[in-house]
């Protein structure tokens, strides 16, 4: 489930004074084509998830990034992993807020062909924070196995684009097809999926599963 930027690119990762276990991270990259959006598929790789008992957002999985590839080797005393909560997004602190800041999904670009994003990230789950994320967890391992199944033969190319993020189902990035016919990138499924109470088809709506 490859998730790389979609144009030629630069990460730059920062690191900002930060407080007892929390620390800032600056994560920026240029797009080849100035103005445009970035794809969902092609974000920043990261799959989070909160409820309403939490003001923060709980890292449940890391899809290939490379912007947070190049932070993890150049920051290694403090790396963006699995297991960490997000306090906020380029100044936003209210979980909703964090949730639909575009930036955070990669999809606003700056006027100058930049994409920037910058977090407090804290190492330290609270307890409440860890039982959600355990759950999570869980939770997302129902969703890959489900598609698991479902993935077709690596490099297969498609006609029709993932209709979820609109980007060409080329190859680059594992696909899936649904029991209904429909195909989608595994990752842009997986991210719908496991934000659904049960499994439907982006296209149909046709009901696929849900959570046992």
Not at 104 to 114: I, M
Request: charged content about 25%.
């Amino acid at each position: 489930m490859a998730c790389f930027f979609p144009f030629r690119c630069r990460a730059r990762a920062q690191v900002l004074p930060c407080q007892e276990s929390a620390f800032r991270v600056t994560l920026e990259a240029e797009l080849k084509d100035p103005g445009t959006d970035w794809p969902l598929s092609q974000g920043w790789g990261l799959v989070v998830s909160s409820d309403e008992a939490l003001r923060e957002l709980v890292i449940v999985n890391i899809q290939e990034s490379t912007s947070v590839k190049h932070w993890n080797l150049e920051h290694p005393e403090c790396p963006i992993e699995v297991g960490q909560a997000i306090l906020e997004v380029n100044g936003k602190t209210e979980r909703n807020e964090m949730l639909e800041a575009p930036e955070l999904w990669g999809k606003k670009a700056w006027k100058d062909g930049k994409v920037l994003i910058q977090m407090l990230i804290d190492v330290q789950l609270t307890p409440r924070q860890r039982s959600f994320f355990n759950l999570a967890i869980r939770r997302y391992d129902v969703v890959d196995e489900f598609l698991e199944a479902t993935k077709v033969a690596h490099n297969v190319c498609m006609v029709e684009p993932c209709t979820i993020c609109q980007d060409a189902l080329d190859g680059s990035s594992d696909v899936v097809r649904l029991s209904c016919g429909h195909h989608f990138h595994k990752c842009c499924a997986q991210k719908r999926f496991f934000s659904q109470k049960n499994f439907r088809c982006p296209c149909c709506n046709n009901l696929l599963g849900g959570w046992n």
